[in-house]
C-alpha cells in the first residue's frame, strides 16, 4: 500500500526541504501522511477547482508546485476560495503536498525543466546556493547557450514553446546567444544573469521599473508569464511520480489554466 508519507518522501529525494527558501512553505498541507493514496492528482496551483477535480476523480492526493497554505489563514470558511478549497479536500479526505522553492532550485526542478524547454544547451546555475551530496550545484536561476538569433525570433520560439498567449519584453539591443531562466517572479535575478554573461533573461512577474533598469542595463528581459513558465514542471512530476509508483493512478489535471488572458 502506497500512503501519503511514501509520496512525500519520494518527492523530498527530487526537492530536498533544505533547498526552500525560508520564508516558504512546503511538504504536506492538509490531510494525513498515513492516508493510503491510489491516485494522484497533480497541478501547478492548488486552487478550488483543482480541488473540486480531484474530488470528482476520487483522488486521495493532490501534488502541487504551489502551497495550498501560503500566509498564516485568519479562518477556513466558504467565503473565500481558499476555504472551499480546503474544506472540499477535508470532505473527501484527500491530502495536500507541495514542493514550491525546493522544487524550484533543485537540480532537474521547475528551471531546469524551463531551460530544456526553451531549448538551451550547457546548462548551468547561476550562482549556486550549494551542492548535493553527489557534488551537483543547485540554486534560483539557469543558464545556456542557444544558437544566435535576434530577439524577434527568439520571442516566437518562447511563445510558440511555452504555448503562451502574448509576451512582455524590453529589448537590451543585443542578439540572442546566452539566455538565462528563472521560472515565476524571478527578475530580481537580472544582476546575477548579466554578471554571468547572459543578454537575455526570460522570467515573470516583471514590474514596471525592472523593464527599465534592463534596458538601462542592455539586457533583453522577455515576461512569459508566472504559470506559463512553471508549468512544464508539472508533467515532470506527474511522470517521475507514476515511474516511482506504478501501482498509483497519476493524473495532471485538466482543468487547471492560466486565467491570465490577453485582450
Same mark, same amino acid.
Given at each position: 500500500?502506497?500512503?501519503?508519507?511514501?509520496?512525500?518522501?519520494?518527492?523530498?529525494?527530487?526537492?530536498?526541504?533544505?533547498?526552500?527558501?525560508? +520564508?516558504? $512553505?512546503?511538504?504536506?498541507?492538509?490531510?494525513? &501522511?498515513?492516508?493510503?493514496?491510489?491516485?494522484?492528482? =497533480?497541478?501547478?496551483?492548488?486552487?478550488?477547482? =483543482?480541488?473540486?477535480? %480531484?474530488?470528482? +476523480?476520487?483522488?486521495?492526493?493532490?501534488?502541487?508546485?504551489?502551497?495550498?497554505? !501560503?500566509?498564516?489563514?485568519?479562518?477556513?470558511?466558504?467565503?473565500?476560495?481558499?476555504? &472551499?478549497?480546503?474544506?472540499?479536500?477535508?470532505?473527501?479526505?484527500?491530502? %495536500?503536498?507541495?514542493?514550491?522553492?525546493?522544487?524550484?532550485?533543485?537540480?532537474?526542478?521547475?528551471?531546469?525543466?524551463?531551460?530544456?524547454?526553451?531549448?538551451?544547451?550547457?546548462?548551468?546555475?547561476?550562482?549556486?546556493?550549494?551542492?548535493?551530496?553527489?557534488?551537483?550545484? +543547485?540554486?534560483?536561476? &539557469?543558464?545556456?547557450?542557444?544558437?544566435?538569433?535576434?530577439?524577434?525570433?527568439?520571442?516566437?520560439?518562447? *511563445?510558440?514553446?511555452?504555448?503562451?498567449?502574448?509576451?512582455?519584453? =524590453?529589448?537590451?539591443?543585443?542578439? =540572442?546567444?546566452?539566455?538565462?531562466?528563472?521560472?515565476?517572479?524571478?527578475?530580481?535575478?537580472?544582476?546575477?544573469?548579466?554578471?554571468?554573461?547572459?543578454?537575455? !533573461?526570460?522570467?515573470?512577474?516583471?514590474?514596471? $521599473?525592472?523593464? +527599465?533598469? %534592463?534596458?538601462?542595463?542592455?539586457?533583453?528581459?522577455?515576461?512569459?508569464?508566472? !504559470?506559463?513558465?512553471? $508549468?512544464?514542471?508539472?508533467?515532470?512530476?506527474?511522470?517521475?511520480?507514476? %515511474?516511482? !509508483?506504478? $501501482?498509483?493512478?497519476?493524473?495532471?489535471?485538466? *482543468?487547471?489554466?492560466?486565467?491570465?488572458?490577453?485582450?
Amino acid at each position: 500500500m502506497t500512503t501519503v508519507a511514501d509520496i512525500l518522501k519520494f518527492l523530498e529525494t527530487l526537492a530536498p526541504r533544505d533547498m526552500k527558501m525560508s +520564508w516558504d $512553505n512546503v511538504g504536506l498541507l492538509c490531510g494525513s &501522511r498515513t492516508a493510503a493514496v491510489t491516485k494522484v492528482l =497533480v497541478a501547478l496551483d492548488p486552487f478550488e477547482h =483543482v480541488c473540486r477535480e %480531484a474530488a470528482d +476523480w476520487g483522488a486521495e492526493l493532490i501534488v502541487t508546485h504551489h502551497p495550498l497554505i !501560503f500566509k498564516p489563514l485568519p479562518n477556513v470558511t466558504d467565503e473565500t476560495s481558499i476555504g &472551499r478549497g480546503i474544506m472540499v479536500l477535508c470532505r473527501s479526505g484527500i491530502s %495536500a503536498v507541495n514542493a514550491h522553492t525546493n522544487l524550484d532550485q533543485a537540480p532537474g526542478g521547475v528551471n531546469d525543466v524551463l531551460a530544456r524547454t526553451l531549448g538551451l544547451r550547457d546548462i548551468q546555475v547561476i550562482a549556486p546556493c550549494g551542492t548535493t551530496e553527489e557534488g551537483e550545484p +543547485w540554486g534560483l536561476l &539557469r543558464m545556456g547557450d542557444v544558437k544566435e538569433q535576434s530577439l524577434e525570433d527568439f520571442l516566437a520560439a518562447v *511563445k510558440e514553446k511555452l504555448g503562451c498567449e502574448g509576451l512582455r519584453y =524590453v529589448s537590451g539591443g543585443k542578439m =540572442v546567444r546566452k539566455v538565462a531562466v528563472g521560472g515565476g517572479s524571478c527578475a530580481d535575478g537580472m544582476l546575477d544573469a548579466l554578471a554571468a554573461g547572459c543578454d537575455t !533573461f526570460v522570467t515573470a512577474d516583471v514590474k514596471y $521599473n525592472q523593464f +527599465w533598469d %534592463a534596458y538601462d542595463l542592455g539586457l533583453n528581459l522577455i515576461d512569459a508569464g508566472h !504559470f506559463h513558465t512553471e $508549468n512544464p514542471v508539472v508533467a515532470v512530476l506527474a511522470e517521475k511520480i507514476a %515511474a516511482a !509508483f506504478p $501501482n498509483v493512478e497519476v493524473k495532471i489535471s485538466q *482543468k487547471h489554466r492560466d486565467h491570465m488572458k490577453f485582450y
